[in-house]
Structures are given as structure tokens and as C-alpha cells.
């Protein structure tokens, strides 16, 4: 069965350093896509960034990466330089090519401290 | 811009009713979701879509059905509410199973039934 596992329910950082939030996945396919979606408290789901798993470069979109580690089937998202504006939650995803589903982690709460 | 609409933002049902779910999006995307979302439990997937009159089910599929009649629209239906179905659901689209810029969500519906 396919799984999407976040481990850290919340996380601290303080402004302007870096942070690195936990994603491990479980799937059989070959082919798949890895996400991370922000969830400010206004509800909607911003889509931060992708990474396939035939990609060999790690993802990179402004001060989000994702430390895709294949091998240990993990997909972590580094934010860097932290901002206020990032304190939300966020969610990591992962569509499959066999089964066409898309399904999401339980979701880690990131407070940026001043 | 992709644009997923969700008919209502807010709504308040009463148990036993029927209700119906709305969900529309202008890309001709045609791979459709339809999710709810509970603290500690992340987003859980419904039932998705991959073509008109094409559905399948996803992880919590009990208690629902869904219609897509065109390819814009995704109606998820409750036939009987209860009130353990109170809770946000999220529409999403996409166009293939590995979008690069992500699947595009829809601004979400919190529904209450009392």
C-alpha cells in the first residue's frame, strides 16, 4: 500500500534560519511524483514544489528544495532563510502512476519565530 | 491561471439529508479529486476521476458517491449525512498524474451537519 508518513506534528524556527521538514513515502512504483503543499491559516493549498522519481537533480524553487533521497524513499523540504510568511502548515504528497491517486501526509505545523 | 470553484464555502446541513458538493474548474484538466481534510489526519482522499463518467475510488470512499457528468464538473454527494462527515472538503484537478506545477486546489468547503 502506498503511504505518505510526516513525523514532526510541529516545528519551531526562528527567523531568518533554515528548516528542514520530514517526508518519507512507501510505494512499489517505479514511476511517481513527489509535492509539498503550504497551507496558511486562510485554508488554501499553495503548491510550493515537484520532484520525480526519475529526476537525478534535486528540486529547487526559490527558498524551497527537496532533499529527495531514493534509496530511503524520503522527500524532505528544506526552507531557507525563513520568514514570518511561512508559518503554516504544510503537507507532502505523492501521485502514483499505477493507481492515478494523489495522497498527502498528515501535515507538519511550521511557526517562524521573530 | 487554473481555477478550481467550489460552489460553497461554508455549509450547514442536517442529518439524513442529501447533499451535493460542487466542484468546477476552466482548464480541461481532466483528472479530478475530491478530498476531506481533519486535523491530525491530513488530507484524505475521496474518490478521484480520469475522465467524464470515469470514477474511482480513494482511501475513504464510505458514505459517498460522486458524479462527473462533463469534464469541467466533479460532484461529490453525501446521500445521507451524518454527522461524522462534518468536516473541510477540497476539490482538486490536474492535467496528467505528474503536473510539475502542482495540482490546483480549490479554496475548500467546511460542511457541518448537525
Known amino acids: 500500500a502506498q503511504k505518505i508518513t510526516q513525523t514532526q506534528p510541529g516545528m519551531f524556527v526562528q527567523e531568518k534560519e533554515a528548516v528542514t521538514l520530514d517526508c518519507t513515502y512507501d510505494?512499489?512504483?517505479?514511476?511517481?511524483?513527489l509535492f509539498w503543499y503550504k497551507q496558511p491559516s486562510s485554508g488554501e493549498m499553495i503548491f510550493l514544489i515537484y520532484q520525480g522519481s526519475y529526476d537525478e537533480q534535486n528540486a529547487t524553487e526559490g527558498r524551497y528544495s527537496l532533499n529527495f533521497q531514493k534509496a530511503r524513499k524520503s522527500a524532505n523540504l528544506v526552507i531557507s532563510a525563513s520568514q514570518l510568511g511561512d508559518s503554516a502548515m504544510y503537507f507532502c504528497a505523492m501521485s502514483s502512476s499505477n493507481t492515478g491517486k494523489l495522497i498527502f501526509g498528515q501535515g507538519t505545523t511550521l511557526q517562524v519565530k521573530p | 491561471d487554473v481555477k478550481v470553484t467550489q460552489s460553497s464555502r461554508y455549509l450547514v446541513k442536517r442529518t439524513g439529508e442529501k447533499v451535493f458538493l460542487e466542484c468546477v474548474q476552466d482548464m480541461d484538466h481532466e483528472n479530478m479529486f475530491w478530498y476531506r481534510q481533519d486535523p491530525g489526519l491530513g488530507l484524505r482522499l475521496i474518490y478521484f476521476?480520469?475522465?467524464?463518467?470515469?470514477?474511482e475510488k480513494g482511501d475513504i470512499p464510505e458514505g459517498y458517491s460522486v458524479s462527473r457528468e462533463k469534464k469541467e464538473r466533479f460532484s461529490l454527494i453525501l446521500e445521507s449525512a451524518s454527522t461524522n462527515q462534518t468536516s473541510m472538503y477540497l476539490c482538486?484537478?490536474?492535467?496528467?498524474?505528474?503536473?510539475?506545477?502542482?495540482?490546483?486546489f480549490g479554496s475548500g468547503t467546511r460542511l457541518t451537519v448537525v
Open positions: 482538486a484537478s490536474s492535467l496528467g498524474q505528474f503536473p510539475v506545477r502542482g495540482y490546483t
Open positions: 510505494t512499489s512504483d517505479q514511476s511517481y511524483g
Open positions: 476521476s480520469y475522465d467524464v463518467k470515469m470514477k
